[in-house]
């Protein structure tokens, strides 16, 4: 990537004004200068995605859906297995990044893999139920991240599988037994960073994620920010079942 690129996305990041009258208008407008270069610059920022995607197992025939999917990028990560799906569907709010996603489908045969133009909040697919629903690194710009939470598990099956990858602080005290614990600097300078960009890094993701699903697995780790040395920021990788209604 070029540092031409690196620094169209630095100035989104950082300087550009995030304006608009809602959050669909917010996203609109920060994602819109820097749609063609998203994926290569999130690729070293968002870690634990590949991981996370290619841990979880597809379903024949299943419905899969991707909340906050932004460019679609996701779902190579599970390419090879995309055919053995029914469907799939990445809902988001900015059309700039869905029109990269639409490219990336068409480009790649995958006739049954839609982009959605909707509210992760709001949003059901006309399937009724389906089988996964994913979060990689969107609940942290969803205002109402409860809401999303819940929507998808107003759409998963009993026995479904709901998975996060997202940036995140802890509490102040461990909230569940093994919780990682960090310190105030980096409780404190993380969310400041990246409220910025209207990131919102939450210390309530895991306790709600936990107490809504069935835990089967889950990873906190600390990733490299580009152009930012020395200190980390925290990641978790989550996946759970729904509990039987």
């Known amino acids: 990537m070029s540092l031409f690129s690196d620094l169209k996305i630095l100035y989104h990041l950082a300087l550009h004004p995030v304006r608009g009258s809602d959050h669909g208008e917010r996203m609109e407008n920060f994602y819109a200068g820097q749609a063609d270069a998203y994926d290569e610059f999130r690729k070293r920022l968002l870690q634990g ?28 990560f599970i390419a090879d297995r995309i055919p053995q799906l029914r469907k799939a569907y990445v809902v988001d709010l900015s059309p700039s990044l869905l029109q990269v996603a639409s490219a990336r489908f068409s480009q790649l045969g995958w006739d049954h893999v839609e982009p959605i133009a909707a509210d992760a909040t709001q949003w059901q697919p006309p399937e009724r139920q389906v089988d996964v629903v994913t979060f990689s690194y969107s609940l942290t710009m969803i205002p109402d991240w409860f809401g999303a939470i819940d929507n998808a598990l107003r759409m998963l ?65 600390r990733a490299k920010v580009p152009y930012i040395p020395l200190i980390r920021v925290p990641y978790y990788q989550f996946v759970g079942r729904k509990l039987s209604d």
């Open 157 to 221: 099956k009993p026995g479904g599988i709901l998975a996060a990858v997202d940036f995140y602080v802890s509490r102040k005290y461990a909230s569940f037994p093994g919780a990682a614990r960090h310190g105030w600097f980096t409780r404190t300078f993380w969310p400041a960073w990246f409220a910025m960009d209207n990131v919102f890094l939450s210390g309530d993701h895991l306790p709600y994620l936990l107490s809504r699903t069935e835990l089967l697995r889950l990873h906190e780790h």
């Open 49 to 76: 995605r590949e991981e996370l995607y290619r841990s979880i197992d597809v379903p024949t025939g299943g419905v899969w859906v991707d909340l906050g999917g932004g460019t679609g990028a996701n779902m190579e």
